[in-house]
């Protein structure tokens, strides 16, 4: 073997001499002619003889130079040099498919990343590729995620096998409070000491959370992370042995989590677990469970484990019955379902565009083709094969996608930082928004890829095997419409998919432009909303926290500036909770069957504030909501739904809980206007209000309208009562609007930025076609203009072609881009319809752009000099 | 003309490796003594000798040198190499058991082999 290869290197350096074959030929003739003389024949018939004997000479030349080890390698630089010739000789040209092709594939190679971060790459900890997020989930129904209780996750951790770590973690909101620095809410997560070692972080200050902090009666202590560090203690070195109260109860800061640490998700403190005798009921489902897996155990395998003993635990304990188990990684845990979906989207969305490049490309090649005929023809003349000529074509085009992919790169980056920073606000921490390996394998596989499909047709064109022909044609192919059919289906198909192309992105914008204009009576921009939760352990029952916010709402009302303020369980447009109703002398037995209303907890003086008019009977006064006074407003909508064709005043009904228990019978005092409280959805359960004093709720948004910022005010005014009470997400009505649409609004600039671009590329496309055809046809023009033809006729001639093109391309697109637009408004998160005259509105758009582009050249057609364009050559 | 028997595919290398084991050959000289010793059944294409030939070269199993030949002409002389007499042992077990094989299955006396 050894030798066998030096032997061979030794050849790919020192190559055989031409000659040398030549003269071993030489030698092997003369004998033969030597002995076919020695036959009888004279010298000359020999010879002859002898040739044919040996058969081609060239041929064997040629397979003898074949024989040796790598002699390709010379004709494919041979095949590059003329590639890059090829290139660059034609400038301009090339330039314009470099641009388009740096477009498509850049665009791609960026959603690409983005997919490959959110759908697939692993969550970036050590381990990450190994972290799985562990919930329960309910096997009847709705086969929704539950959070562990803690004997389960017990049970689980010392049964199951196919993990090296498996902790969990509570997750919730905390106070952080302390003498001489204002309370503020955190993220908190209590957890299991390995939380910190799972992923091998440490802290950098301190220690983070160890086993002896999780025995009962150990002293409290807190981890607290890098931003509340900083911004909380303005990052001063001596935090480590601070006391705080976290919820009221003491605890000591025990160390300080690196920058960028928040794991698992968004965590700003982490506290032990402590076990206490409500954490061991079985009922109490608080935990998220997270595990390692062992090196080489799969997902799937650990999902069979752990529902093997999840089916145990359904057998042995009544409250488990019909829980199983889900083992996810994080990609599929907290980017499934819809964002999923909307991901998936974008990269058919780039797909297209893609598409439409190389149809782009391939067009412009294929005009191309027909001036390069003339060299191809000679090439093959000369003796190059057709598959030669074929494979420099295409190693021509993989060259141009290559270039223009670099080009594409730079753009992808500038893309994806506009991204990474456009979703800052509200991603999970811990997707990060890179390029990795896959990522460039995916990017150069795209390069070849579209060079191929976009030079094959053109190639295989320009390399047609009649020589003669061509040679032969040196007049002009007058009215000749060679290859027409190819790029008119291009043209087609490029408006086809643009078409679609701009539906979803008018999907998407329609959306938000809906989203953005409900409840046009709210002065959005003259609200303040913040939310306000009152602790269970110093607000124990309704009644102390009734009595806190009937001593909030005066001092609410005399900040300086506010013209109105009311307390609410969901400022506008913010989401409802929803309970079932029984109307009354209607009763419905079983609890599935009833409808769900949808129902906001609010102070007398809300709609006021909001600016949201009673048509009919009263606001709620100081008494409502008190026992024997319960009341509630409906809206005129929820009315109509609900006693259709009635007088909604005076009517009773009741509402029921989870545990099934009904509420006293509510009596309905006024009917306020229609207004949308849930933005996500396409039909809103209706939706009614009652007072706050009917149940004592503890999570309550004080909304006030001032035009000044109150919100300093709001605070004082919360904090004179109690001064451990943060006040969180406190937002002007406009920003917390923006927030809920923010998902529309970016991703309808991306699919808009897709479809604009589709919709530039293909009417780029069918003018360079128009203009193409138009410039071959320069003769013929000519001579129907000297001949009388008029303007009309000409722009006729020239654009009947363009627009029978835009025709059949958007009848097509418009037959794909209904089914989609069915899809995408079926998803909640668009929830929208798109109507004949949206579809209308886009068609003709696109069919005047279109019709603009095939008339740009037709004009020129239209001035040109009779004489002279006869004369063209 | 006798009739020939096209070869079968890598045979030729064989062939030209058992031809060149006696002693140092030129092409032609190959050719004419796979011929004779064929009893003219073996024609020996020129176009796919010398091809065969320069693979054989390229891989290391024989090698060639100029010398001169019997007529005192300059001629290219193939000599097997220490590898190539191997690579001719192996070939030629693969063909015995082959060959015998084959006759197994058309039913023939198989001859004691070799």
Known sequence: ?873 | MPTSTDLLQGTLDLLILQTLAHEPMHGWGIAQRIQQVSREVLQIGQGSLYPALYRLEYKGWIKAEWGSSENNRKAKFYRLTPTGAKQLQSEVETWDRLSAAIALVLGRPVEASR
């Open chain 1, 1 to 873: 073997m050894i030798t066998e290869f030096l032997t061979r290197l030794r050849f790919l350096v020192f190559r055989k001499k031409r000659s040398e074959f030549d003269e071993e030929l030489r030698f092997h003739l003369e004998q033969s002619i030597a002995m076919k003389v020695a036959g009888g024949l004279n010298a000359g018939e020999a010879r002859r003889q002898a040739l044919i004997d040996f058969g081609g000479v060239e041929r064997a030349r040629e397979q003898c130079e074949e024989q040796r080890p790598g002699w390709w390698a010379g004709l494919l630089s041979q095949d590059l040099r003329c590639a890059l010739r090829g290139i660059f000789a034609h400038r301009w040209f090339s330039g314009a498919i470099i641009l388009t092709l740096a477009l498509g594939i850049g665009l791609n190679t960026m959603v690409f990343t983005l997919v490959n971060a959110v759908l697939f790459k692993p969550v970036p900890q050590p381990n990450g590729n190994r972290l799985v997020s562990v919930m329960e989930r309910n096997l009847k129904g709705d086969d929704r995620s539950l959070p562990l209780s803690y004997p389960d996750f017990v049970d689980y951790r010392t049964q199951a096998t196919s993990y090296e770590f498996f902790e969990a973690t509570t997750d919730q909101d905390a106070v952080m409070s302390e003498r001489g620095n204002p309370p503020q809410q955190f993220h908190l997560d209590r957890c299991t000491a390995g939380i910190f070692s799972m992923v091998e972080a440490k802290a950098i200050l301190g220690r983070g959370l160890q086993e002896s902090d999780e025995q009962a009666g150990a002293p409290p202590v807190v981890v607290i992370g890098y931003n509340v560090w900083k911004e909380r203690y303005a990052g001063v070195a001596g935090i480590v042995g601070r006391q705080v109260q976290v919820d009221g109860q003491p605890a000591t800061i025990v160390g300080v989590m690196p920058k960028d640490f928040r794991f698992p998700h968004g965590v700003d403190l982490w506290m032990p677990l402590i076990p206490n005798a409500d954490l061991f009921k079985r009922e109490n489902r608080l935990l998220r469970g997270y595990a390692i897996l062992k090196p080489h155990v799969a997902v799937k395998n650990a999902q069979t484990e752990l529902s093997g003993i999840s089916a145990r635990l359904a057998r042995q304990y009544p409250v488990n019955k019909d829980l199983g188990i889900s083992v996810l990684t994080f990609n599929d845990r907290f980017n499934g379902g819809q964002i999923r979906i909307v991901f998936l989207l974008m990269l058919a969305g780039v797909g297209f565009v893609l598409l439409i490049a190389c149809a782009d490309v391939a067009n412009m090649m294929l005009s191309r083709s027909l001036n390069r005929q003339r060299e191809m023809s000679i090439r093959s003349a000369l003796g190059a094969s057709r598959w030669r000529i074929v494979r420099q074509l295409l190693l021509e085009s993989v060259l141009l996608s290559a270039l223009g992919g670099l080009m594409g790169l730079g753009l992808a980056q500038g893309g994806i930082r506009w991204f990474d920073l456009a979703t800052a606000p509200i991603r999970p921490d811990w997707i990060h928004f890179t390029m990795n390996f896959p990522v460039f394998g995916y990017f150069a596989a795209l390069c070849i890829f579209s060079g191929l499909l976009f030079g094959i047709a053109p190639a295989l064109r320009s390399s047609k095997p009649n020589p003669i022909d061509v040679l032969k044609d040196g007049a002009h192919s007058v009215g000749r419409r060679r290859g027409g059919w190819l790029s008119s289906v291009l043209v087609m198909f490029q408006f086809a998919v643009t078409l679609v192309l701009l539906t979803g992105a008018g999907m998407f914008v329609r959306s938000l432009l809906v989203r953005l204009a409900v409840n046009p009576s709210i002065p959005a921009d003259r609200i303040t909303t913040a939310r306000l939760h009152l602790p269970e352990d110093r607000y124990k029952d309704n009644d102390a926290r009734i009595h806190f916010f009937d001593q909030l709402l005066p001092r609410l009302r005399s900040i300086p500036g506010a013209s109105h303020a009311a307390i609410a369980s969901a400022a506008p447009a913010m989401g409802t909770a929803d309970q079932q109703i029984e109307l009354e002398h209607q009763p419905i037995a079983n609890p599935a069957q009833r409808p769900r209303i949808s129902f906001v907890a609010q102070s007398p003086g809300y709609f006021e504030t909001i600016h949201v008019p009673l048509q009919q009977g009263r606001d709620f006064t100081d008494t409502d909501g008190t026992p024997h006074h319960e009341a509630a407003i409906v809206t005129r909508d929820a009315a109509m739904r609900l006693w259709p064709g009635e007088n909604p005043m005076g009517k009773r009904f009741r509402l029921f809980d989870e545990k099934n228990q009904p509420s006293a019978w509510i009596t309905i005092v006024g009917v306020s206007a229609d207004m949308v409280q849930e933005l996500q959805t396409n039909d809103p359960r209706p939706l009614l209000f009652v007072p706050y004093r009917q149940e004592g709720w503890d999570n309550m948004a004080l909304v006030v309208d001032a035009a000044t910022d109150p919100l300093p005010s709001m605070r004082q005014a919360v904090q004179s009562l109690d001064g451990e009470l943060p006040l969180s997400e406190p937002f002007r009505l406009n920003d917390a609007l923006d927030q809920l649409v923010w998902f529309l609004r970016v991703f309808g600039r991306v699919f808009a930025g897709f479809a604009l671009i589709g919709m530039l590329m293909a009417s780029v496309g069918i003018y360079a076609v128009i203009a193409h055809a138009t410039e071959n046809r320069t003769q013929e023009i000519g001579v129907r203009i000297a001949l009388g033809a008029n303007l009309r006729n000409i722009l006729a001639l020239v654009m009947a072609r363009g627009l029978w093109q835009i025709s059949v391309g958007l009848v097509v697109g418009l037959a794909a881009a209904l089914p989609l637009a069915h899809f995408l408004g079926s998803a909640p998160l668009l929830a929208s319809r798109f109507s004949a005259t949206d579809f209308l509105a886009i068609a003709s758009m696109l069919a005047l752009v279109g019709v603009f582009a095939c008339w740009l050249p037709a004009r020129r057609a239209t001035t040109l000099d009779p004489v002279r364009a006869i004369r063209y050559e």
